[in-house]
């Protein structure tokens, strides 16, 4: 039985060239997955994190998407250069990295989000 105690997802959904709403797949997150692949194993947490991909999140606009469970904490607009910090300071820390954390990017944006 899986004893995970975070899942991490993140948005690797790709649409068409220009199509209106955008994806996270065309902002990195595919290299993003790969990373926070690494950072667990790097980790050695391979036991208590999954890290899976995921088709669209609905906040095409503020991607790459990434959200953990069991918490449910949405980050926006996540880079490779941020996946230490989300590790370090969130999986393994326990607190929420606040500068990516979505619902701050749709309040500074005045958007809704997705969709």
Known sequence: MFNY???IFVCINQRPPGHPKG?????GSR???QKFQEETEKRQLWETV????????GACNLGPVVVVYPEGTWYGKVSVADVEEIMD???????SV????LSRLVEAAGQGGGD
Do not use: N, P, Y
Not at 50 to 57: E, K, M, P, R, Y
Not at 89 to 95: E, L, M, R, T
């Open 23 to 27: 994806d996270c797949g065309s902002k």
């Open 98 to 101: 606040e500068r990516l954390l």
């Open 89 to 95: 300071q969130h999986i393994v820390g326990g607190k």
């Open 31 to 33: 290299q993003l997955f």
């Open 50 to 57: 999954a890290v899976s991909g995921s088709t669209c999140l």
């Open 5 to 7: 105690r975070h899942h």
